[in-house]
């Protein structure tokens, strides 16, 4: 059973950074990528970020601007999203997901099979 845990959240101030983590585990091969997503109160969850797990390629969404970078370390069995220069529109809950046998990537919500249970980043002003 595919299983993916957050951790690293918190508060932080506008401007400053944070690493957030994601355990994976339960996979029976390395054809997965993860993604991250967040969802603000009262929006759509939206993706951040994907990573492929078999041949390392990334993909990013453009709103994000260069400013948060995702990482993997395979033998950890550990995603990483680094977020820099944050702002309070970036407050919301994050997660991370897996989407099995990937075809391509991208951040289609509806593509991943598993999610965790999200990890709560406030950025005050």
């Known amino acids: 059973e595919v299983q993916l845990v957050e951790s690293g959240g918190g508060l932080v101030q506008a401007g400053g950074s944070l690493r957030l983590s994601c355990a994976a585990s339960g996979f029976t091969d390395d054809d997965y990528a993860i993604g991250w997503f967040r969802q603000a109160p009262g929006k759509w969850r939206e993706g951040i970020s994907v990573v492929s797990i078999k041949d390392g390629s990334t993909y990013y969404a453009d709103y994000l601007k260069g400013r948060f970078t995702i990482s993997s370390d395979n033998a950890r069995g550990t995603v990483y999203l680094l977020m820099d220069k944050l702002k309070p529109e970036d407050t919301a809950v994050y997660y991370c997901?897996?989407?099995?046998?990937?075809?391509?990537?991208?951040?289609?919500?509806?593509?991943?099979?598993?999610w965790g249970q999200g990890t709560q980043v406030t950025v005050s002003t």
């Open positions: 997901a897996a989407e099995l046998r990937p075809v391509g990537i991208g951040l289609n919500p509806h593509l991943y099979d598993s």
